[in-house]
């Protein structure tokens, strides 16, 4: 059984880094074709693709994000990190990590995501 | 990259099909079959419906079905039920390396 589960603080104040973390089971991301990707969504919008990371360690960025974003694996504990710096309120969102897997190449698989509220 | 267009909300009755479109460019929706929908019930994780334009997952009932037409997309549900009221996204590859993903706008379904 394939499971995801994001993990992080609920509350961080406007300017500093958001550090969260992806924990799954179920698959390995060492598997070739694997990923993981992070995707948001502020309350009442779309979701809004941020960042992934392959089974090979390449990694992808949303274009207006990525100086402020960093994906990084640690395949022996099965997570998935993403680092924001410079958090502001509009960050604030339900952040979600997902699966993509070279059979199905679409996010199969979600965790339950975590709401991250960006006020000082 | 601009988000995928959707109609924001669509309605139907029980028993009644209803279809969604998605929008996009030859960037994305319309160059590649990599399009996948998503179910979303209030304050639960989205849920992958529909994938590669028109593949339902294991267990994904076969009242929805996906299409597509030069750059728009299309998912429909027939047979309508009062449990498929929520939100439906789509998304779509793009040939923009540097982002390889983009979202659709969202669209309420509404069971009247």
């Known amino acids: 059984q394939v499971t995801l589960r994001e993990s992080g603080p609920a509350l961080v104040k406007p300017t500093q880094t958001l550090t969260l973390t992806c924990t799954f089971s179920?698959?390995?991301?060492?598997?070739?074709?694997?990923?993981v990707s992070w995707i948001r969504q502020p309350p009442g919008k779309a979701l809004e693709w941020l960042a992934r990371?392959?089974?090979?360690?390449?990694?992808y960025y949303s274009t207006s994000l990525k100086t402020r974003l960093t994906i990084s694996k640690d395949t022996s504990k099965s997570q998935v990190v993403l680092t924001m710096t410079n958090v502001d309120p509009v960050d604030t969102a339900t952040y979600y990590c997902?699966?993509?897997?070279?059979?199905?190449?679409?996010?199969?698989?979600w965790g339950q995501g975590t709401l991250v509220t960006v006020s000082s | 990259q601009s988000a995928l267009t959707q109609p924001a909300s669509v309605s139907g009755s029980p028993g009644q099909s209803i279809t969604i479109s998605c929008t996009g460019t030859?960037?994305?929706?319309?160059?590649?079959?990599?399009v996948s929908w998503y179910q979303q019930h209030p304050g639960k994780a989205p849920k992958l419906m529909i994938y590669e334009v028109s593949n339902r997952p294991s267990g994904v009932s076969t009242r929805f079905s996906g299409s597509k037409s030069g750059n728009t997309a299309s998912l429909t549900i027939s047979g309508l039920q009062a449990e498929d009221e929520a939100d439906y996204s789509c998304?779509?590859?793009?040939?923009?390396?540097?982002?390889?993903?983009?979202f659709g706008t969202g669209t309420k379904v509404t069971v009247l």
């Open positions: 990371i392959d089974w090979d360690d390449d990694k």
């Open positions: 998304t779509s590859y793009t040939t923009n390396i540097t982002l390889p993903y983009v």
């Open positions: 997902a699966r993509v897997t070279p059979v199905i190449k679409a996010f199969d698989s």
């Open positions: 179920g698959f390995s991301l060492s598997t070739s074709g694997m990923c």
């Open positions: 030859s960037s994305d929706v319309g160059g590649y079959n990599y």
